[in-house]
């Protein structure tokens, strides 16, 4: 579930280049930022909250260089427990110009336990990806790609594109997303489906946002599998998340943030 959580949270990159040159000047976040979240999931008609999400942007180094370092970390509680076991932690270091450097993803995800790790560098103006995946069954595969254009993991890409500039955007406009993990490149994309206002549960803090749909192309067939709702402002902050599970409906709401760069001129005073 977090995996697709993430791929769709990393919206609309493809917006900004098609270029191998995969830096972008960053507006929208800084180090400090926190993000908290909870999980809810319908069961027999019923939201019931089943767990927590948070991420976390420092400022760090990578091999030697100036990096920021994301982190997402998911909990489900007891009673998702019952249901299915969710304990992700995903890290990705980035340049300060945020092209990726480096993303580990361990999950618990139901009976299985992996882990998925890319190292990126940029060779000739290309994107080489160096991949490590440990499989639930423990067996250790490797293997590495070369891209002539840009690729991205689920976090590298979220921090990327909540750079774009959401003005350029017109109602069902569809927008590629590059991402890959340890295997392959996804088949998957973004509509655009307009602006809507939301109000945070339990609060009364209201925002513009911006609207979009995660689409996956699987079997043959295109599935929406998240909607999802961004500030419309210069920080681009996920608020509301809606998934369609192959075992039901689950819904994320943010629940606090802290550190926030820019001011949330898409909030709506009262």
């Known amino acids: 579930m977090m995996k697709r959580i993430l791929s769709v949270i990393a919206f609309v990159s493809c917006l900004l280049t098609a270029s191998a040159q995969c830096g972008i000047e960053n507006t929208a976040f800084k180090e400090g930022e926190f993000l908290a979240y909870d999980l809810y999931f319908n069961w027999k008609f019923i939201w019931l909250k089943v767990g927590t999400a948070s991420m976390s942007t420092v400022k760090s180094t990578f091999g030697g260089q100036e990096a920021f370092r994301a982190s997402l970390i998911t909990r489900g509680n007891e009673r998702l427990d ?37 190292w990126y560098s940029y060779p000739k103006s290309n994107c080489h990806v160096k991949m490590h995946a440990i499989t639930s069954s423990g067996e250790h595969l490797s293997q590495e790609k070369e891209y002539k254009d840009c690729v991205y993991d689920m976090m590298s890409i979220f921090l990327r594109a909540r750079n774009f500039d959401g003005s350029r955007l017109k109602v069902d406009d569809v927008i590629n997303l590059p991402i890959t993990d340890a295997s392959s490149l996804k088949n998957s994309w973004l509509k655009f489906r307009g602006k809507e206002t939301f109000k945070i549960e339990g609060t009364n803090e209201k925002f513009r946002c911006l609207v979009f749909s995660f689409i996956e192309h699987e079997d043959g067939k295109n599935n929406e599998l998240i909607r999802f709702y961004v500030t419309d402002d210069l920080n681009h902050i996920p608020v509301r998340l809606d998934m369609f599970l192959s075992f039901g409906s689950a819904k994320a709401f943010l629940r606090t943030y802290q550190g926030v760069r820019n001011p949330l001129s898409s909030k709506i005073e009262d």
Do not use: Q, W
């Open 82 to 118: 019952g249901m299915f076991v969710m304990r992700d932690t995903l890290i990705s270091y980035c340049n300060m110009d945020l092209a990726p450097l480096y993303h580990r993803k361990g999950a618990r995800e139901g009976k299985r336990y992996y882990v998925d790790e890319l």
